[in-house]
Each structure stands twice: as structure tokens, then as C-alpha cells.
């Protein structure tokens, strides 16, 4: 294959990235949509090739053994070194991917097309996304083993809750940090990697709270602390009974209040990243202000995540933190509509 044929191919392949993360997370997918190139793609196919070790991770028709040894073989193909090709992997995982696959499984059945696209990403894009993809990869398959005889994840304690969303969470916030930090000054990037934990772990223990009925009926996953869920008389197996949502609120009031734990630190990452290369403030502005928003209405019904199973901003308020977001947006006022959106519905 020629430069241009390969150039060619590579441009196909990120044009196809672009199209499945819109239906793999529109969440993430308004994230891209605030980036321009080439952090767009870079981004984009970063955060796919994540999705693939977060589909297998939390695929529940895949034995647990099974899961860890897929998700270790995922970590060898994105290994120089080891001589694993993504059809190995594609061929190991093919008894596994659904006949009438939905949009994660499309990609994780794609994963040879996901990897041309990383492979026509620069030199210094691949070095930034591979060490964090394996390192989430790795980390999966750890948690897989510990409770490979529960069949399904049980988190013990409020450390190894962060454990779990250092591994799912953090190590992409580490990975965007790392794509970003080559055009930050010495101090900029500092503080970057300072604070890309608490930029990650607040997006991810918002998701833990608001989300446990469908993590524990659509994966089998607890991630509420089983030490705090005793304190209140629960057994992980009861998190999804309407008739203990005022018990599960409680142990999610204290889920959230560990996010908010980390705001402070999210506000500062976005405060000194650069806006460069294709990066933009709104991109990872409207994530920051939408889990802040989030966490409010956490505060006030927490125990919607049972009885309703849907606690999240409303569609009216994600339309007015775009419209402020977009556009001429000085970073100087994030903290001023944090501290609004904390408070009361932006409109």
C-alpha cells in the first residue's frame, strides 16, 4: 500500500470512529463534537479503543475467566511488543459478539478497523493512548479475577471503589491529559496531571451513584461500598428493591459527596489546559458542569436511583449549559455557573 492509499484508508478509518462513538455514547459523542482536528480523532479513537475492554469488562455472557484472559490478550495486541494483532483478538472474542450486535458490540467487533485508525494517528498520539489503555485493560482483568466466583463485580470498600474508577475512569482522564500536555507550558502540564484524577474520578463516582439499578440489573455489578451498604442493613443483592430506596439513597448521598470531593480539582484541570491542537474549552467544560448538575439532583432525590431509576439533568438544562458553553466562553467564569448549577437548574 502506497502513502496516499495508506493515508486514504486512515481517513476512512477515523471517518467510520466518528459515526460509532455517536451511537456508543452521545455523551461522549458531544464531547468530540466541541473538538476540532486533530484532537477530534485523536479523542475519538482513543476513547473507542477504551470502550472495547469496557465492553468485555462488562459483558455478563462472558465467563469471568474468560473476560480476564480477552482483556489481557486486548493489553498484548496494544503491546509493540508482543507480536499480538487485533485479529487475534477478534478471533478470540468471535464465539462472544451477538449475532444482532448493538453499538458496543459493533465496535468490539470492529476492533481491527478501531486499530487501523489508531495507527494513523501521529507518532506522538499513539504513545500518549496506549499506555492508558492497557493500564485500563490490565486493571479490568484484576477485577474480574477478584470476583471472578461472584459472577459479577461486589466493591467492599470506598478504596476500592477508587481503585475500580482509577482503572475505568481515570486512566482516560490520564490519557486526555497526556494528548493535551505536549502543547502546555512546564507548570500547565504539572497541574494537569495533578489534577486529571479528580477530573475523572468525579465523572465516574457521579456515574456510580446515579446509575445502580442498571449496573446491577443490565451487568450484575454493585459498585456502592458493601461496608457502607452494612450500615444500613443491605446486602448488595438488594440495591435494586424499590423498597429500599430510602436506604440505597443514603448509601448514594455518600457516593456523591465523595464526587464532590473532587470538584475543586476538576475545576483546576480545566482551568490550565490548553486550548490547542483541536482542543476547546466546551468540550470538557459541559461534562464538568452536567456531573456538577447531576450531583444536585443526587442531593435532593437520592433514592430516584431505585424508585425511578433515571436521576439526571433535564434536557432543558443540558441546552442551556451548551448555549452558555459554546462560543466565547472565558474560563474565568467556570467557577461562577459551577456554583449556580450546584445550587439550582441552569435554564
Same mark, same amino acid.
Given at each position: 500500500?502506497?502513502?496516499?492509499?495508506?493515508?486514504?484508508?486512515?481517513?476512512?478509518?477515523? #471517518?467510520? @470512529?466518528?459515526?460509532?462513538?455517536?451511537?456508543?455514547?452521545?455523551?461522549?459523542?458531544?464531547?468530540?463534537?466541541?473538538?476540532?482536528?486533530?484532537? #477530534?480523532?485523536?479523542? @475519538?479513537?482513543?476513547?473507542?479503543? @477504551?470502550?472495547?475492554?469496557?465492553?468485555?469488562?462488562?459483558?455478563?455472557?462472558?465467563?469471568?475467566?474468560?473476560?480476564?484472559?480477552?482483556?489481557?490478550?486486548?493489553?498484548?495486541?496494544?503491546?509493540?511488543?508482543?507480536?499480538?494483532?487485533?485479529?487475534?483478538?477478534?478471533?478470540?472474542?468471535?464465539?462472544?459478539?451477538?449475532?444482532?450486535?448493538?453499538?458496543?458490540?459493533?465496535?468490539?467487533?470492529?476492533?481491527?478497523?478501531?486499530?487501523? #485508525?489508531?495507527?494513523?494517528?501521529?507518532?506522538?498520539?499513539?504513545?500518549?493512548?496506549?499506555?492508558?489503555?492497557?493500564?485500563?485493560?490490565?486493571?479490568?482483568?484484576?477485577?474480574?479475577?477478584?470476583?471472578?466466583?461472584?459472577?459479577?463485580?461486589?466493591?467492599?470498600?470506598?478504596?476500592?471503589?477508587?481503585?475500580?474508577?482509577?482503572?475505568?475512569?481515570?486512566?482516560?482522564?490520564?490519557?486526555?491529559?497526556?494528548?493535551?500536555?505536549?502543547?502546555?507550558?512546564?507548570?500547565?502540564?504539572?497541574?494537569?496531571?495533578?489534577?486529571?484524577?479528580?477530573?475523572?474520578?468525579?465523572?465516574?463516582?457521579?456515574?456510580?451513584?446515579?446509575?445502580?439499578?442498571?449496573?446491577?440489573?443490565?451487568?450484575?455489578?454493585?459498585?456502592?461500598?458493601?461496608?457502607?451498604?452494612?450500615?444500613?442493613?443491605?446486602?448488595?443483592?438488594?440495591?435494586?428493591?424499590?423498597?429500599?430506596?430510602?436506604?440505597?439513597?443514603?448509601?448514594?448521598?455518600?457516593?456523591?459527596?465523595?464526587?464532590?470531593?473532587?470538584?475543586?480539582?476538576?475545576?483546576?484541570?480545566?482551568?490550565?489546559?490548553?486550548?490547542?491542537?483541536?482542543?476547546?474549552?466546551?468540550?470538557?467544560?459541559?461534562?464538568?458542569?452536567?456531573?456538577?448538575?447531576?450531583?444536585?439532583?443526587?442531593?435532593?432525590?437520592?433514592?430516584?436511583?431505585?424508585?425511578?431509576?433515571?436521576?439526571?439533568?433535564?434536557?432543558?438544562?443540558?441546552?442551556?449549559?451548551?448555549?452558555?458553553?459554546?462560543?466565547?466562553?472565558?474560563? #474565568?467564569?467556570?467557577?461562577?455557573?459551577?456554583?449556580?448549577?450546584?445550587?439550582?437548574?441552569?435554564?
Amino acid at each position: 500500500m502506497d502513502r496516499g492509499q495508506s493515508s486514504r484508508t486512515g481517513a476512512a478509518e477515523r #471517518a467510520w @470512529c466518528h459515526e460509532a462513538v455517536q451511537d456508543v455514547s452521545r455523551t461522549f459523542a458531544l464531547t468530540i463534537e466541541a473538538l476540532e482536528e486533530p484532537m #477530534a480523532s485523536r479523542i @475519538c479513537v482513543g476513547y473507542l479503543l @477504551c470502550r472495547v475492554a469496557d465492553t468485555v469488562e462488562d459483558s455478563t455472557s462472558i465467563p469471568p475467566r474468560e473476560q480476564a484472559s480477552l482483556l489481557r490478550t486486548y493489553d498484548a495486541v496494544l503491546d509493540p511488543e508482543s507480536g499480538v494483532t487485533p485479529a487475534e483478538f477478534r478471533a478470540e472474542i468471535a464465539d462472544y459478539v451477538p449475532e444482532d450486535p448493538d453499538a458496543d458490540w459493533t465496535v468490539v467487533a470492529e476492533t481491527p478497523r478501531v486499530f487501523r #485508525a489508531f495507527d494513523s494517528l501521529d507518532p506522538d498520539a499513539r504513545e500518549a493512548i496506549r499506555p492508558t489503555v492497557r493500564e485500563m485493560a490490565t486493571g479490568m482483568a484484576s477485577f474480574v479475577e477478584r470476583y471472578e466466583d461472584a459472577g459479577g463485580l461486589r466493591i467492599q470498600s470506598p478504596d476500592e471503589l477508587e481503585e475500580y474508577c482509577w482503572y475505568v475512569a481515570g486512566t482516560v482522564g490520564e490519557l486526555v491529559t497526556e494528548l493535551l500536555a505536549g502543547d502546555a507550558t512546564t507548570d500547565e502540564a504539572e497541574a494537569m496531571r495533578e489534577n486529571a484524577r479528580s477530573f475523572a474520578l468525579l465523572l465516574q463516582l457521579v456515574n456510580v451513584a446515579k446509575d445502580v439499578r442498571p449496573d446491577y440489573r443490565e451487568e450484575n455489578n454493585v459498585y456502592l461500598p458493601a461496608t457502607w451498604l452494612d450500615e444500613h442493613d443491605l446486602d448488595p443483592e438488594e440495591v435494586a428493591e424499590p423498597s429500599n430506596a430510602s436506604r440505597v439513597g443514603s448509601v448514594v448521598e455518600r457516593v456523591t459527596d465523595r464526587a464532590r470531593g473532587y470538584v475543586d480539582g476538576a475545576q483546576r484541570w480545566l482551568e490550565v489546559m490548553p486550548t490547542s491542537s483541536g482542543n476547546t474549552l466546551a468540550a470538557w467544560t459541559v461534562p464538568f458542569l452536567l456531573a456538577v448538575g447531576t450531583m444536585r439532583e443526587l442531593r435532593d432525590r437520592p433514592g430516584d436511583v431505585v424508585a425511578d431509576g433515571d436521576v439526571k439533568v433535564s434536557r432543558e438544562e443540558v441546552a442551556a449549559v451548551l448555549e452558555r458553553v459554546y462560543g466565547d466562553f472565558d474560563r #474565568a467564569a467556570i467557577g461562577t455557573l459551577r456554583e449556580r448549577i450546584a445550587t439550582s437548574q441552569l435554564s
